[in-house]
């Protein structure tokens, strides 16, 4: 079976997606996390505006579990010729932290309390799509805590991170 092309597959992901924007709180908090997310995926909540500046999409999501896939490019170099950490940075924390997103109640919100990436080895503008995988390791009632790798389409791992994410109602 031939494998998937990441780069078409992101493509039919994004063409569905309305314009960059921000949901109101108001109709946040009257969904759960799932909802919210599956809403995003289906067009009937805005894509966040960072997702268009960094090139990437919410690919995938399920309880526990997101994927974002991303594209670098040269335009997130940083002075030494290789893609910033910080696009790298972003594409793991967006993962990891939907990947808690996933499991909140109605009602309840959250936010990075701590972030660790570790680069593993250098991105070029010609590495192709990539997809962060984030899951989720411990879900409390106040932490959570979640795992990310960030891949290319053979497996190849690039990055991966941790994160913890503080809980509260919104």
Known sequence: MKPPNWAE?????????????VTPLEQVRTLSGMEFLQG??????????IAAAADMIL??????I?????????????????????????????????????????GQGFTTAELKINFVRPIFDGSGPLRAEGKVIHFGRQIATSEGRLVDERG???????????????
């Open 9 to 21: 597959q992101g493509r039919r992901a994004a063409a569905g997606l309305a314009e960059p924007g």
């Open 59 to 64: 690919y995938r999501v399920e309880s526990g």
């Open 156 to 170: 190849k791992l690039y990055a991966h991170g941790t994160t913890t994410c503080l809980i509260f109602p919104m």
């Open 66 to 106: 997101a994927v974002f896939q991303g594209t670098p490019g040269a335009r997130f170099y940083n002075p030494l010729g290789t893609v910033h950490g910080g696009w790298i940075s972003t594409l793991l924390d967006s993962c990891m932290g939907c990947a808690v997103h996933s499991m909140l109640e109605r």
């Open 40 to 49: 995003m995926l289906q067009g009937k909540f805005p894509p966040p505006p």
